[in-house]
């Protein structure tokens, strides 16, 4: 009797599968006689003709994406039994590997895993479905109030499909259409009765027009964003947007988005490399940066982070002694604060680094010792405050980073007396290898 549920679910998948292949034929029949009605004067009058003409274009649309992301390649070919893909290729999306096989109205790509990943459809029904069922749906709501619920939930749909066609379009590297599609999902969200503020596709639009450079585009989204209050990732809305300001040639305008967005993100290393790189181009006073931090001190006298911003910025100034006073003040706002540690450890290390480039690079001997004795001395520094990190990290990825940092700093003074160094390569480097 197994056997031959087993049987008749194959069979049944199978049936599906041809039902499928047929879908396209049967969505666009289906269109068009929607399309039909919609044009009869007394059937035209009616919501529920403009509700079938909605659910018939969103059917189109659908009809050549049949397949499920996400599903596994070697299912797809079994019941994908009518259809018989054109080519395959290997192709490179995003720096990922897929596998393009391509058939007479889409092309499926698959992960190396095997696993459908994105649909690309290269034979729409009919052109511009989403722009037909969203009229047709609007044609309804407005025939008929009571159709609100209805009219929400389809303005939901299109919506996220247009953010699927946005995301689609990030893959594949389009980012000027990835952004019109995200602003379609916004507008369509922003539409009564479902009203909605869809902060996300805001965001994206703005973002992959930055990343297009088309500056006055992504300057309107991103503006957009601040008026409804979202900054992005630690405020890195501020920063997108001075960076766009400055593309624009409006320097002042970029300098106060990034000291607003300071005062409100000071923890942010985005906005923060951007007011010294500002600083540091246009000739002005980096100092100023501890004035717009003293006021965030004010506010949050207790906040370590604060001192450990503060570090950050003294030390990409090359303020190595101020730094490190700032740094180790974090455990004395919070003793159980560790990045403060890493901070200075990263510093030394970081410092070390810079030493030994240029060692390498000196060509007269004493220089080049001078250099060498510096370098060992910046990486010996380094491994006390790591330590200290280490001991109070609780995060598991935190600690394997510190202790890879101190399993070089170990390494490169195993062959010296002392043996600790020897000892402390060995215990980090076998945290490491965890």
């Known amino acids: 009797m197994k056997r031959i549920l087993i049987a008749l679910a194959i069979l ?24 039909t009605a919609s044009q009869n004067e007394k059937k035209a009058a009616k919501a529920a003709t403009w509700q079938k003409l909605g659910d018939a274009y969103v059917a189109a649309y659908d009809a050549p994406t049949s397949n499920v992301v996400g599903a596994d390649k070697a299912q797809l070919q079994m019941l994908m039994t009518d259809e018989k893909p054109v080519s395959s290729e290997n192709v490179v ?40 069922a969203l009229e047709a749906y609007k044609k309804m709501y407005e025939l008929d109030a009571k159709k609100a619920k209805d009219a929400s939930a389809a303005y939901e749909n299109i919506s996220k499909k247009y953010s699927n066609e946005a995301y689609n379009k990030y893959t594949f590297g389009d980012y000027s259409a990835s952004s019109v599609y995200f602003e379609k999902a916004a507008d369509v969200a922003a539409l009564a009765p479902l009203s909605k503020v869809d902060t996300n596709s805001i965001y994206n639009a703005a973002f992959t027009a930055h990343f297009a450079k088309e500056y006055e585009r992504a300057e309107k989204f991103f503006n957009k964003c601040i008026a409804i209050g979202n900054y992005g990732e630690g405020g890195d809305v501020y920063a997108k947007l001075a960076d766009v300001k400055m593309n624009l040639k409006d320097t002042l305008a970029a300098k106060n988005l990034l000291e607003e967005g300071f005062s409100k993100f000071p ?51 090359g303020q190595y002694d101020q730094a490190v006073k700032a740094y180790e003040y974090c455990a004395e706002v919070d003793p159980n604060y560790e990045f403060g540690y890493i901070g200075e450890g990263i510093m030394y290390y970081n410092r070390a680094i810079d030493l ?20 060992e001395k910046a990486l010996k520094s380094c491994i ?12 598991e990825d ?22 600790k160094y020897k000892e402390g390569y060995e215990k980090y480097s076998a945290i490491v290898a965890q």
Not at 362 to 375: G, I, P
Not at 408 to 419: E, G, L
């Open 356 to 375: 030994q480039t240029k060692a390498s690079e000196e060509l007269d001997d004493a220089k080049y010792m001078a250099l060498v004795a510096d370098f």
């Open 267 to 317: 923890q942010s290393q985005g906005i923060l490399i951007g007011l010294i790189n500002y600083y540091l181009t246009n000739n002005e006073d980096p100092e100023k940066l501890f004035v717009l931090l003293d006021k965030a001190k004010e506010n949050e006298p207790n906040n370590a982070s604060l001192y450990y911003v503060e570090g950050n910025i003294r030390a990409q100034l």
């Open 12 to 35: 049944a998948s199978v049936q599906v599968a041809n039902a499928q292949v047929k879908a396209v034929e049967g969505a666009k029949k289906a269109l068009d006689n929607a399309v």
């Open 398 to 419: 935190i600690k394997k980073s510190v202790a890879e940092y101190l399993k070089n700093a170990y390494y490169r003074f195993m062959s010296d007396d002392d043996p």
């Open 93 to 132: 999306l995003g720096g990922q590997q897929y596998e393009k096989v391509a058939y007479d109205y889409k092309n499926l790509y698959f992960t190396p895993e095997g696993q459908l990943a994105v649909i690309e459809v290269t034979k729409p029904v009919v052109e511009n479905a989403l722009e037909g």
């Open 384 to 395: 006390e405050p790591f330590e200290k990190a280490y001991a109070l990290t609780k995060g």
